[in-house]
């Protein structure tokens, strides 16, 4: 059979296993990594022709990792303004053998097909490629049962489907020209990330779709601007990088300390002692929302001030005595209330999640200031 022959009966493949895969219901992911990995070990042994990654391939695999990290980080710190949301998921083994698993199949199955079939110089090949990413994208987030009707189908289209078909331009791209590995990267940290953070933030999903129709030609740019230009660019490339990751660092840093300067809705507060452990570890940061008058229950853990500084506590009891709301509060790893009581205008906001561990490099940075100033 003639390599070319071969080429056209695992492009078709690939497209009737996707295909497919959306009828098999909620296991549609399932079956969909399964077909995959099949078809992605069958195109490793019979296609002999592979492409030689350009020689910076492993700089752009990094620096892909790099910016889609700061995507996710930058998502989160909108947070802050568009509030948070308790994620459907949580990382569980259901969790893990039904999403994180199959989807991580597809992705590295599919961008490793992808990479061959794009050096083969085979039209039909590279569109039957780009096709069967497309659907493989939009099957990562979705599968038939999902689409209850019309509108579901709709919200699909614009959500996932365009922005997917742009994506897969994106992809295409650094495929041809650096291999299957930057593209992995990227793709595996973007879709996994909403499994692995057990809170969601509140943007509109029409917002976050803009914003992921315009990532991909930003990201194509800033590659192209990087590595494709004239050769008289080439020894400058790492200092660009470096540049760019530093503005990247400040623009984050300085939205850190807007938070931290309650600019927004919402506050955080790094947990430095064990008052509260269980609720909230030592090494915690804790998201609160900025109090705004309104009523305060029984069991509500809280940041007020006290003594001239922050605290966070459960509000254990309240009185009302001469017209005066008393807040009395404990620490939940404390033997003993508080001493005294507050009132709201000690409330500084109420408690809404937890960052397990994010607070430990400010509390080491703390004690090594503490250590050299003694």
Not at 25 to 33: K, L, N, P, V, Y
Not at 104 to 117: D, F, H, P
Not at 118 to 131: F, G, H, M, T, W
Not at 318 to 338: H, P, S
Request: charged share 15%; proline share 3%.
């Amino acid at each position: 059979m003639s390599d070319k022959r071969i080429v056209h009966i695992i492009s078709l493949s690939t497209l009737a296993a996707l295909l497919i895969s959306f009828l098999f219901g909620d296991g549609g992911r399932i079956a969909a990594s399964v077909l995959m990995a099949v078809i992605c070990a069958v195109t490793v042994i019979l296609i002999k022709k592979r492409g030689i990654p350009n020689f910076v391939y492993t700089e752009v695999a990094m620096l892909m990792g790099v910016i889609s990290a700061v995507y996710v980080m930058l998502y989160y710190l909108t947070g802050f303004s568009f509030g948070f949301a308790k994620s459907h998921y949580g990382t569980t083994l259901e969790v893990i053998f039904k999403y994180v698993l199959p989807i991580a199949v597809i992705i590295v199955s599919t961008e490793l097909v992808r990479s061959i079939m794009r050096v083969q110089e085979n039209k039909l090949a590279d569109v039957l490629s780009y096709i069967s990413c497309v659907i493989a994208e939009v099957l990562v987030h979705y599968v038939l049962s999902d689409i209850l009707n019309f509108k579901k189908f709709m919200d699909i289209v614009a959500l996932v489907f365009l922005p997917a078909v742009i994506s897969n331009l994106l992809y295409h791209y650094i495929a041809k020209r650096y291999g299957a590995l930057p593209n992995i990267v990227y793709r595996l940290i973007l879709t996994l990330y909403p499994y692995v953070i057990s809170y969601a933030v509140g943007i509109p999903p029409s917002l976050l779709a803009f914003v992921n129709l315009l990532l991909p030609l930003a990201v194509y740019v800033f590659i192209d601007y990087l590595y494709e230009k004239k050769k008289k660019y080439a020894l400058a490339r790492v200092s660009k990088v470096s540049v760019v990751i530093t503005m990247v660092i400040v623009v984050c840093m300085t939205l850190l300390v807007m938070l931290v300067s309650n600019v927004f809705r919402f506050g955080a507060y790094v947990i430095a002692t064990e008052s509260m452990t269980g609720e909230l570890n030592k090494g915690d940061v804790a998201i609160y929302e900025q109090y705004d008058g309104r009523k305060i229950e029984e069991g509500q853990v809280i940041v007020f001030n006290k003594y001239n500084n922050k605290v966070i506590h459960r509000v254990v009891d309240i009185k009302n005595i001469n017209g005066q709301t008393r807040y009395y509060t404990k620490g939940d790893a404390n033997g003993e209330m508080d001493l005294g009581y507050i009132t709201e205008g000690d409330v500084v906001g109420l408690v809404e999640l937890k960052l397990p561990y994010f607070g430990y490099p400010t509390l080491w940075l703390r004690e090594l200031v503490q250590s050299n100033l003694k």
